[in-house]
């Protein structure tokens, strides 16, 4: 019994401990995305949802939820804000090639009508929801297809 209380209080201690070290923030603003928010056009809606929807992981600014304060949710959180970056940055849109931006859209459409985007269960997408953005996304990639035709 003495062991597994022993047990107990090193584990409060680590964690405790822990609470001292906090992976770093993705804290950038919402300017960035500007860029791509003129590039793309969005509709009110379509930008409404993309602000609630995926600019806290495809962006260089996250609003964290308040148990992003714990170690080691904080970590676990921050991976995968940097793995979603890694895939779709709306912050570093003005880099990308017309035929990027066309297979990132062509992305865009495959994981929202599949249901994958949003990950967060808070965050789902109704079905009307769903249909703007990926009408959105598909006339997005028309007219990149269009930049891209031979003269």
């Not at 409060?12 to 993705?26: D, T, V």
């Not at 509709?43 to 609630?52: A, F, G």
Request: aromatic share 14%; charged share 25%; glycine share 2%.
């Amino acid at each position: 019994m003495l062991k597994i209380k022993n047990l107990f209080w090193i584990l409060l201690l680590l964690i405790c401990f822990a609470q001292f070290f906090k992976p770093e923030k993705n804290e950038g603003n919402y300017t960035s995305v500007q860029v791509f928010l003129q590039d793309t056009k969005p509709s009110k809606e379509v930008e409404v949802i993309l602000k609630e929807a995926c600019f806290n992981c495809h962006t260089n600014h996250t609003n964290y939820p308040w148990y992003n304060n714990i170690t080691p949710i904080n970590y676990w959180l921050a991976k995968d804000i940097n793995k979603a970056k890694k895939q779709f940055n709306m912050s570093f849109w003005q880099g990308n090639s017309v035929a990027v931006k066309s297979l990132k859209f062509k992305k865009i459409v495959e994981v929202v009508k599949t249901k994958k985007e949003p990950t967060h269960k808070a965050l789902k997408l109704n079905k009307k929801q769903r249909h703007a953005v990926v009408e959105w996304a598909n006339f997005v990639r028309l007219k990149y297809s269009m930049q891209t035709l031979p003269e």
